[in-house]
């Protein structure tokens, strides 16, 4: 643990709780991509296995568990819920060009065609859908061409925690010589997607 992974999982727990508050309260889930929640929800399920074989800490499991209850809780909200309000017409990303790839890789890197092993290939093949799992939002908000100053919010946190969670990578490397490529890989490529709502973000107030 250190400060720059501590403040990353705020930021990205900020993130989601200003999602799943807009959405109560307002009674609504236009402008928010459903298919983006379901996708963050699907690495946030995979990525958690462990919490039923391992235990690394207190902080640790409450962290994995609070992630899951809001992702799941946001989707009940955009698909059940408030459904009537979800804009679906607009959430039309094709996630299939993610997800058939990467099922692809689980089914191929594992090592024994058990149930288990194709799980933990999916674990493992999950970290680029994380990188591009905000895609269908993006792609949302450039098709109707306008988003509300929450979801900014929003996007503005979910980027901030990766860009703190590459600053978290180059730290371990200098002192416990950790490196994991593809992790570091990914999370550049998902804080690219976020900089121009950085920018507008600031510029913006």
């Keep these: 643990m250190n ?22 309260r307002s009674k ?32 640790n499991t409450v962290m994995k568990v609070v992630f899951l209850v809001l992702a799941y809780a946001t989707i009940e909200l955009i698909y059940h819920r408030f459904r009537n309000t979800y804009s679906s017409e607009s959430d039309t990303f094709r996630v299939e060009f993610v997800l058939v790839p990467v099922t692809g890789l689980a089914f191929i890197e594992n090592y024994s065609f058990t149930p288990l092993e ?8 999950s970290i680029p859908i994380c990188s591009v ?20 919010h929003y996007l503005f946190f979910l980027g901030l925690y990766r860009a703190l969670y590459l ?16 992790s570091v890989v990914s999370g550049v490529v998902q804080t690219i997607f976020y ?3 950085f920018y507008l973000y600031i510029t913006r107030g």
């Excluded at 459903?34 to 207190?58: E, H, M, N, P, W």
């Excluded at 600053?167 to 593809?182: G, K, L, P």
Aim: glycine fraction near 4%; hydrophobic fraction near 55%; include cysteine.
């Design 3 to 24: 400060i720059f992974r501590i403040l990353g999982d705020m930021s990205h727990l900020v993130a989601m709780l200003i999602l799943f508050v807009k959405i109560w």
């Design 28 to 59: 609504s889930c236009a402008g928010i991509s459903g298919k983006s929640q379901v996708l963050f929800a699907l690495v946030f399920t995979t990525r958690y296995l462990d919490l039923f074989t391992s235990f690394i800490s207190i902080y």
């Design 118 to 125: 194709v799980m933990l290939g999916f674990l493992w093949s």
């Design 133 to 152: 799992a905000i895609l269908p939002q993006l792609f949302m908000i450039i098709k109707t061409g306008e988003a509300e100053s929450i979801t900014t």
């Design 167 to 182: 600053a978290n990578w180059v730290w371990r490397y200098h002192t416990e010589s950790f490196f994991d490529q593809i």
């Design 195 to 197: 900089c121009d709502f």
